[in-house]
C-alpha cells in the first residue's frame, strides 16, 4: 500500500514563474490493485507518478510504503512501513529499483543493444550475477512472446512489440508496483487493449499497478479497480470502480 | 563466454606482458652482458668514444670527436640550427648529384 | 564485495555492449590511440637504449682525448707530445691513436680505419665490421683490396669479422696493423690522430687537463665527461625533436578526444537520462563512462606499450632506421639491448590514459546528474 499524505510539488518555487504541479493530494493506493491516474495533460499526473516513484522529492508532505519489503538496510523490525521522502539518496534508489517498475510514454529503450540486453538493463547496477537476471530476462521475453526477437536490436522491431519489450523490462527487476506513465499514448486501439490484458495479467500475480492515462481504453477498462481524477494539480474525484 | 570477462582476460594478459617487459629486458640485459664483453676484447683494447650509428659523415660517425656544434649542424636530417642556414645551401659537387 | 564485483562486471558488459554498437568509429579510435602510444613508446626504448649503450661503451673509452688543432681544424699530433704528457703528474699512460676515415668508391660508404698493434693481428691483413663485409661482400680469408693515398692497391687479408652484436661500436670499422695503415695513408711516422691519455685520479682529470692546455696551447683535450654529455644532450636533443613533433600529434589527439568527450550529443544524453530513470545511479552512469574511457585507452597503451618493444627490441626499430640513417650507405643492423624506463612509461600514462578517461567522464558528470525523472518529460 502506497500511502500519500499532503503531497505537494512545485518547480521554481520563489520565483516568478513558480508553478505548482502537485498541489496538496492525500491519497491511498491499494495494493494489488490496477490504480488509474485521470485527468488531461499538464494535471499533475506524471509528476504524480515520478513521485511515489521515488524519482523526485516532493516539496512539502510524505509518502509512505506499507507492506513492501523494500531493500532498507535499516528497516526495523516490526516497522511495516517506510517514509520515502526523507531518505537518502542512495536508499530512495534502492527502493526504486527493487519495488518500482517503469513503463513510460515513449518507451525510453535503448537504441543499438538487443532486446535481450535493454530488457536486463535496470537489472545491470544491482550486482546480482548477471546468468541469474539473464534467465529471468529469457522467461519474460518467453512471456511476451518476444523470444525470437531477443537477440534483435530494438530498431527493427514494431510499435507493439516495443510496447511489450519495455514491459519486460520493467518486470526485470520483480518489483511489486508497475508505474505506467501514458503507456497507450503510442498504441493503435488493438494494441491498447492487448496493452492492458497484460496489466490484467500483472495484477493476477499479484502486483499493483498504477497507470496514468486520458485514453478511455485505458480508464473505461473493466480491469482497473480505482480511477483517480486529477485536475490542475488537485485530486478532484477519487472513486472505486468495483 | 562473457563479453566482459573475456575483456578482463584480455587486459589481463596485456597487462601481464606489459610487467614482464622489465623483467625480460632485465634478463636480456644479464644474458648479453657475459659474451658481449670477451668477444669485444679486441674491440675493447681501442677505446671507441662513439657509437656507429649514422656513418653518412664524420661528425655524425664521431660526434665526440668533432666540433661542439658539429653533432647539430649539417646534419640532412636536422633542423636548420644557425640564422644563417637560411641563406646558405650546402655544396652540390657534381659527384654528389649523383 | 561480490555483489559490488558483480556489478562492475555487469557494467563492463554494458560499456562493451556499447561500444561495439559504434564499431567503426571506436575502432578507429583506438588505431589512432593505438598509433599515438606506439611511435611515442618507440621513441622511448629507442633513446633510453641507445643512451645505455654510449654509456656502456663510454665507459671503456679513455679518460681524456688530447687533438691538436692546426688553423682551427683538428690536425695531427705529434707522438713526442705522447711521452711529455706521460710526465705529467697523475697520468697513468698515454696512448698515441691512430685513426681516419676512408671513403669508399665503388658502394660511396665511409669507413673507418684504425690501427691495432694487437699482436693477434699478421701484417697485412684486417678486422673488419659486419657492415663492411657485408657492403664488400667479404668472408674471413678473402682480401680486401683498398687503395692508398696514391692510388696503389692496398691488399689485407680478412683476419675475422666481428659478430654483429658489435656492430653498434665497430659495424664501419677496418682494424689493420700500424705497418699497413701508415701504408694506406701515407701517414707521418711521428705523429699520431690523436692521445688516449689515462688519469690514476678521475678527481684530477680537469687539473692535467688545465695543465696540458697550458703546456701545448694548440691541444684540445677532450675529457671523457664531455663526451658523456656531448652524448646524452645528442640523443636528448634529438629525441626532443621528435618527441616535439610527436607531442603536437598527441596535443592534437588530445583535442579531438575532449571534442568527441564534451560534444555529448543529444543521443547520449537522452541514453543517460534513460539509465537514470530506470533506476540506474549516477555513480553507476560515471562507472559506465569510467569503463567506457578504460576500455578505449587502457587498450591502446598497453598494446602500443607492448608493440612498440616488439618493434624495437625484436625488430630493431625499422621504422626509426631511415631517420638514422640519413645518407649513410652502412648502416648497422644492431640488435639493442632493452631497456625499460619506469618513470618515461609511468609519463606517458599519464599523458595518454588519464586525460582521454577524464574527457570521458567529466562531460557526463551534468548530464548524470539530472533527475530521474526528466526521462519521463521526453
Known sequence: ?242 | MRRSILFILFITAAMTTFLLLPLHARHARQRIAGNDRQHNAQLQNLHVTDLCLATEARYTRHPAMADRHAPFQEHPLALEHFPSGSLVMPNMTERNKR | MKRSLERHLNILEFTLASLLRRRGKNLSLLAMYLLVVFILASLLFFVAALKREAAIILNDAPDMIVQRLMAGRQDLVPVRYAAEIAQIRGVAAVRPRYWGYYYDTLNGANYTIMASDDPALPPESAAIGSGVAKARNLKVGDLLPLTSYNRAPVMLEIHSIFSSSADLIAADTILMPPADFQKLFNFPNSQATDLAVSVRNPQELPTVAAKIASQYPDSRPILKREIQRTYQSIFDWRGGMTLMVLTSALLSFIIFAWDKGTGLSAEERKEIGILKSIGWETSDVLLLKFWEGIVISLTAFLLGVVLAYGHVFFLSAPLFAQALKGWSVLYPSFQLVPVVDLYQITVLFFLTVVPYTAATIIPCWRAATIDPDTAMRY
Open chain 1, 1 to 242: 500500500m502506497i500511502e500519500l499524505s499532503a503531497i505537494t510539488k512545485s518547480f521554481n518555487s520563489g520565483k516568478p514563474n513558480q508553478f505548482t504541479a502537485v498541489d496538496n493530494v492525500t491519497l491511498v493506493v491499494n495494493p494489488q490493485q490496477i490504480t488509474v491516474l485521470k485527468g488531461p495533460s499538464g494535471s499533475g499526473k506524471t509528476s504524480l507518478l515520478a513521485l511515489i516513484g521515488c524519482m523526485a522529492r516532493p516539496t512539502s508532505g510524505r509518502i509512505f510504503l506499507r507492506g513492501v519489503a523494500a531493500a532498507v538496510p535499516f528497516q526495523q523490525e516490526g516497522m511495516e512501513s517506510v517514509e520515502i521522502t526523507s531518505l537518502p539518496e542512495r536508499f530512495l534508489n534502492d527502493i526504486r529499483r527493487s519495488t518500482f517498475g517503469f513503463i513510460f510514454q515513449q518507451f525510453n529503450l535503448v537504441k543499438g543493444i538487443t532486446v535481450l540486453e535493454n530488457v536486463m538493463l535496470p537489472a545491470y547496477p544491482t550486482g546480482e550475477r548477471r546468468s541469474d537476471f539473464r534467465v529471468r530476462a529469457l522467461a519474460l521475453l518467453e512471456q511476451f512472446s518476444l523470444s525470437r526477437h531477443a537477440g534483435q536490436r530494438i530498431e527493427l522491431l514494431s510499435g507493439g512489440e516495443l510496447q511489450r519489450v519495455a514491459i519486460a523490462r520493467a518486470l526485470i527487476n520483480n518489483p511489486s508496483i508497475i508505474i505506467a506513465d501514458e503507456p497507450t499514448a503510442h498504441l493503435d486501439s488493438k494494441l491498447s487493449q492487448e496493452f492492458m490484458a497484460i496489466v490484467g495479467r500483472l495484477k493476477g500475480e499479484g502486483k499493483s499497478v498504477l497507470i496514468a492515462s486520458h485514453d478511455p481504453i485505458v480508464f473505461d477498462s473493466p480491469l482497473i479497480d480505482r480511477i483517480v481524477e486529477m485536475r490542475d494539480g488537485s485530486v478532484v474525484n477519487s472513486r472505486s470502480c468495483r
